[in-house]
């Protein structure tokens, strides 16, 4: 952020000079000198002024937008996880690992509905308790969110797993709905 601060700084000088003109300026510094620059030189040098303001602004404005990509805001967080509880209730889901729950889909549906807000590496989806409550955090971003999942068995059956022996058996489905409040679990 200092960078930020530092062009901007930079280019509000050049601005200045632009504005009160290279002639008031040469003029103050040396008022008797015997060679002085011509008009044509002091008129580019303030459209000289001008260009320089202009590149450390737009430098300025370039380094912001890639800490703003480095990083996610609070709101940010918030959007992408209630994005992907909505894509978690559009399908059926099997159970997934005792341990982990459904730690890896929620983070692959944030990750998925954050694709343009913020890195992809720096979200972070824990499990909060031995239930199905979900800490979502997002890299840069003060805040975390929670995220409880509900399973509910499918009307739909399950997936069927056919057997050696020519019968099988069947994988239940759960339909999951989820809800995203702020702070930790």
Known sequence: MGVVVFLFVIAAAF????????????????????????DGALAFGRVAA???????????????????????SASEVREAAEDAAESMAADTQIRRDPTQGYTSLIEADVLRAGEDQGPSYRISVERAG?????EVSGGGADTTVCMHVTEEESAEGGVFVPGADGGGSSIAEYDLTATVDDGAC
């Open 15 to 38: 601005l200045a000079v632009a504005l009160v003109g290279p002639y008031r300026l040469y003029r103050r510094a040396r008022p008797h000198a015997a060679r002085q620059p011509s």
């Open 50 to 72: 001008f260009g320089v303001a202009g590149v450390f602004v737009f430098g300025g404005c370039s380094v912001q937008a890639g800490i703003d990509r480095g990083t996610w």
């Open 130 to 134: 031995s239930g199905h409550d979900y």
